[in-house]
């Protein structure tokens, strides 16, 4: 919604003020005022759009997942780095139900900007070993599926690189 730059002239603003309210002596304003502008420091570290379309997903509905990545017009300007990275992650997952090669594009590009939590990689890189078998390119599957093995600490994935190792083998 508001630029990532704007979220912290906002916030500064609101702190500024809070600091005004505590020098009046007006101390439950100045905090609830410091308070509100940690919103806007939250926001600026996890997109809003990003969030919602995260709930979309959790939703597994894919077209309002995209529906609300569209509402963001430059992702390489209006997000962060990690932001930026969680955008293409969120594009592959919704192309690799239909186009693979667009959603190849993107989850290379989100392991290039960076992904926060292992979990994601892991599965970025069990995306890309699923589209890699599938175009037939054995020996790139195999080092992205250690790779998400490796990534993957707490087992949610293991069923998944079973199945998707016992495939490689019938390649």
Avoid: C, H
């Amino acid at each position: 919604m508001f630029n990532k730059n704007l979220k912290l002239v906002i916030a500064a603003l609101i702190i500024a003020y809070a600091v005004y309210q505590f020098v009046e002596g007006n101390i439950g304003n100045g905090i609830s005022l410091i308070l509100l502008s940690s919103i806007f420091v939250f926001l600026y570290y996890r997109n809003e759009i990003i969030l919602l379309a995260f709930l979309r997903m959790r939703k597994q509905d894919l077209a309002g997942t995209k529906k609300w990545l569209d509402k963001i017009k430059n992702p390489d300007t209006a997000l962060t780095k990690k932001q930026n990275g969680y955008y293409n992650y969120l594009n592959g997952i919704i192309f690799s139900q239909t186009n693979l090669t667009q959603a190849e594009k993107y989850f290379k590009k989100a392991l290039k900007f960076g992904l926060n939590m292992d979990y994601d990689v892991a599965m970025a890189k069990l995306s890309l070993a699923g589209i890699a078998m599938q175009k037939r390119r054995k020996r790139e599957a195999t080092t992205l599926l250690n790779e998400a093995k490796k990534l993957d600490k707490q087992n949610m994935l293991a069923e998944q690189i079973k199945m998707m190792q016992q495939q490689l083998k019938k390649i």
